[in-house]
């Protein structure tokens, strides 16, 4: 095309080249991302803010003397709450109290939501073939990203100002501490919201399509979350290591740090140079890794909705594998040293019998297998709805295949896959600590535990099938707002005074909490039966409903 | 419901079929028909519901009255079977797009019967296609070569294609009129859904012709064209006026010299003669082409949307 004109239409000068700034139009860039994500903006604020302030709120009411608050900060002193999610430096007051229950949930929330955020406007918009669109126009090579950093930036400033002003309001700062720690709070938050916007852009500039680049985030960001609580469980020095132990090394209230929040905004601004650097470098629409011809012929297996779903997931199932097993032998490594720990600690733990407080951990541990097994069935199970949302069913249910045949094969992934990763991170939990201990047995002790929550993580996929069959335009954010719902109601769920019977009939609550608990094949037998029939009643509709594309 | 309507001869028949998207009536009574071994053009405007019926006959979508018959099976409840004899190609192609377009051929053409990769081969070298590359870096043009190179690889007896040209270019447009060609040599049946009279002409047998969900128009285009008018322009030198008033003669016009005019095709033995008599220095006529038609049943929205009121 370019040989065609002559030279001179390409050099001659246009306008006063200011035009073609990397940065031309950003303000409209930003008015286009506000404007499409308003409300989901709205939510992350309002959400997040709202739960600390409920948070505030209840513990006020529920701690009111200084006894009270001492108690609970000798009961929170446990391997499970600092696991999950980290124990305050000043778990005796207020405060503390509030930052055990919440910062975590919060931080890594917003870290979360910015990158999917981040990749949302990046990648997605440009598989999409939108931003090539806007491209077309006077927009410079960064203009899109850099708008969509600084709104994503916008957010987790607000959210850390929203959160600073509640901890003002509710007066969490300890008597005597003017209102830093209030400060901190906001701030560590926002810190670590920032870090999951850089680790987003990066995502989006090495990923070549959205659903890698969200795959790629996420498992950034719960590395860090796994860096941390090893850390957390151990000496602490592997803190230092995770961005989010930077947060909490601010530790609002107690130490009250303002340094760490340097180290966050350094390798924020490090991780959007990167982003940056790279996105001048690669072409338009495509990733860092170059497109390489593949086969020119498909094998047979793939003809079969299962082979092509297991063909079409195998990147995500290589990635979840890898996660739970290097998560399984995280955890598998710090059990010994829990063991250590409870044997010399004296307070509250002395309380527990040795034995107790291990297999309670181990549970815990098992627990935290099964929920990310649960996110990686979540995830195979909407791919149904994806599949039919994007018009590619329609190529397959064309050919001699029936719905249900094609639903079932599909549903084997998540089905088969999360027994899988059960089984093997449940083994290699108990394989590593067994390895400490001299006791084999718990590789088969601990598998079994972990197993036991396949029954749940069905659950979900029922929940995703349900869905596909009777509102497939909803199915896929309903489907992980259920996950999502399901960890805050196991995670604060006393907070938001729901009643006791509801929080142990949720799925993953109701699971026998091995090996702390025996086996009991009751609540195994019913969460099996529900989710079968979540996945009848799914495929009963999707097989009399229309194929409904978009 | 739609009910079965058993009709060998038929490869696809509707009658009356209605569909409605919550209050929107995508389907108000189509009717029509593709004669076995026939090429059969399907027309009509983006949005008319030319989509809809093909989703209709492929079982995606369930019809909400009148009857509908596939290879003589409801395309409904017999759909796994009927697909092994069809094969569709769709106007806007979703591809796997971490498959390669090799692969995603082969895939389609197993679903619906055994792969022959000697016919795969000859197609992806009619079409000029490279099988390797992965089905994101294709244009528009070669995700419906990949349609196109399935369906024509397969061993279907109807094949159902929804505008499958429109992103070819015109060496590739040439492919594919052979292999249609070859396809009705074959015995095979064609249902043709298509915007582009050209092609509709030069392929189809039959053409239905649709607006709002509504057949408007159906028959062979020998039978079309009994319908409408030859468009004469003859260079007169005097008496070219009588000619207005004859019967079957409309839109008359004289401009320097040269008469144009359109003549009903039953009136045209009587409008020649009188023209004959008047010695013309030439004569053209022009066969009323499908786009002539075309216009026929949508010249009031061409007017409207040329009037600014669009919709």
């Not at chain 1, 065609?4 to 246009?14: E, G, M, N, S």
């Not at chain 1, 529920?62 to 430096?89: E, H, M, R, Y």
């Not at chain 1, 207020?94 to 975590?104: E, F």
């Not at chain 2, 915007?195 to 020998?222: K, P």
């Amino acid at each position: 095309m370019t040989a065609l004109l002559p030279a001179t239409a390409v050099d001659a000068p246009v306008g006063t080249g200011r035009q073609f700034d990397a940065l031309a139009g950003v303000g409209t860039m930003v008015r286009l991302i506000v404007r499409r994500n308003r409300v989901r903006l709205a939510v992350w604020v309002v959400v997040l803010v709202g739960m600390f302030s409920y948070i505030a709120s209840y513990y006020q009411t529920l701690f009111p003397t200084q006894q009270s608050l001492d108690d609970f900060a000798a009961v929170s002193n446990t391997p499970g709450i600092k696991a999950l999610t980290g124990l305050s430096a000043a778990a005796d007051t207020l405060g503390g109290a509030v930052w055990t229950k919440g910062w975590m949930t919060i931080a890594v929330s917003l870290a979360i939501g910015a990158a999917f955020l981040v990749t949302r406007a990046g990648r997605a918009d440009e598989e999409a073939g939108r931003t090539e669109l806007l491209r077309s126009r006077m927009l410079g090579l960064h203009s899109y990203a850099t708008a969509s950093w600084i709104v994503n930036g916008l957010l987790c400033l607000v959210v850390g100002a929203g959160i600073a002003l509640a901890s003002l309001a509710s007066g969490l700062d300890p008597r005597g501490t003017g209102i830093t720690g209030s400060l901190i709070f906001g701030a560590s938050v926002a810190g670590v919201g920032l870090v999951g916007l850089g680790v987003g852009a990066v995502a989006g500039q090495v990923a070549s399509t959205s659903r890698g680049a969200n795959a790629l985030a996420s498992a950034v960001i719960v590395g860090f979350y796994v860096l941390r609580m090893v850390a957390d469980l151990g000496n602490g020095a592997l803190s230092w290591v995770s961005p989010i132990g930077w947060g909490q090394q601010m530790e609002p209230y107690a130490g009250n740090r303002w340094w760490p929040l340097a180290l966050l905004v350094a390798l924020t601004v490090a991780l959007l140079a990167v982003a940056g650097l790279i996105e001048t470098r690669r072409d338009h629409g495509s990733g860092l890794l170059a497109e390489r011809p593949g086969p020119a012929d498909a094998p047979r297996r793939l003809a079969s909705p299962a082979g092509l779903g297991l063909r079409l997931q195998r990147g995500p199932m290589i990635g979840w594998t890898i996660a739970i097993v290097v998560s399984a032998m995280l955890f598998g490594s710090i059990v010994e040293t829990m063991n250590t720990f409870l044997t010399d600690a004296g307070g509250p733990m002395t309380t527990l019998t040795r034995g107790v407080g291990i297999n309670a951990l181990l549970a815990l541990l098992a627990g935290m297998i099964g929920l990310i097994a649960a996110v990686f069935a979540t995830q195979s199970a909407v791919s149904l709805r994806t599949d039919e949302a994007s018009g590619i069913v329609e190529a397959q249910l064309a050919g001699a295949l029936s719905r249900t045949r094609w639903a079932l094969e599909r549903l084997l992934l998540p089905a088969i896959g999360s027994a899988v990763v059960l089984g093997l991170g449940g083994g290699l939990l108990g394989a590593v600590y067994g390895s400490t201990t001299g006791d084999p047995s718990q590789a088969v002790t601990m598998a079994g535990a972990a197993v036991a929550y396949w029954p749940a993580v069905m659950i979900l996929v029922g929940i995703a099938v349900a869905l596909l069959g009777w509102f497939p335009s909803v199915a896929i954010p309903v489907t992980w707002g259920a996950l999502a719902a399901m960890w805050f109601a196991t995670m604060l769920g006393e907070v938001f005074g729901l009643p006791t019977w509801l929080l142990d009939a949720l799925p993953f609550s109701a699971v026998p909490y091995m090996p702390l608990e025996a086996m009991s094949w009751g609540p195994v037998a019913i969460l099996t039966a529900v989710a079968g029939g979540l996945i009848w009643t799914g495929i009963f509709r999707f097989t009399r409903r229309d194929i409904r594309p978009g | 419901m739609s009910h079965t309507v058993s009709d060998s001869a038929m490869a696809v028949q509707i009658e009356g079929l209605a569909k409605n998207f919550g209050s929107v009536r995508a389907l108000r009574g189509l009717d029509l028909s593709v004669p076995t071994g026939q090429v059969t053009g399907f027309l009509g405007p983006n949005g008319s519901g030319k989509t809809t019926t093909l989703r209709i006959l492929l079982g995606l979508l369930r019809s909400d009255g009148g009857r509908v018959s596939l290879l003589g099976g409801d395309p409904w409840t017999d759909a796994v079977a009927l697909h092994r004899r069809v094969a569709y190609v769709p106007g806007d192609v979703t591809l796997w797009p971490n498959l390669t377009g090799g692969e995603a051929i082969d895939i389609l053409v197993r679903l619906s019967g055994s792969l022959d990769p000697k016919r795969k081969a000859v197609m992806l070298d009619r079409f000029d296609l490279d099988p390797t590359k992965k089905a994101r870096a294709y244009s528009k043009g070669n995700r419906q070569k990949v349609a196109l190179v399935a369906a024509l690889a397969s061993d279907a007896e109807l094949l159902l294609l929804d505008e499958p040209t429109s992103g070819l270019d015109p060496l590739m447009e040439a492919a594919f009129t052979e292999s249609i060609r070859e396809v009705k040599a074959a015995g095979k049946s064609v249902l043709l859904s298509s915007h582009i009279f050209a092609e509709v002409e030069r392929l189809a047998d039959r053409v239905t012709i649709i607006r709002d969900g509504e057949t408007v128009e159906s028959g062979t285009i020998a039978e079309l064209r009994h319908l409408t008018r030859t468009q004469v322009t003859t260079v007169i030198d005097a008496g070219a006026a009588d000619l207005a008033s004859l019967p079957g003669v409309h839109d008359f016009v004289v401009i320097d010299g040269r008469a144009s005019f359109a003549v009903d095709d039953g009136a045209m033995p009587a409008v020649l003669a009188a023209v004959a008599a008047l010695n013309p220095r030439s004569l053209v006529a022009n066969p009323p082409s499908l786009e002539a038609l075309f216009l026929r049943h949508y010249g009031s929205e061409l007017a409207a949307l040329a009037g600014g009121d669009h919709k």
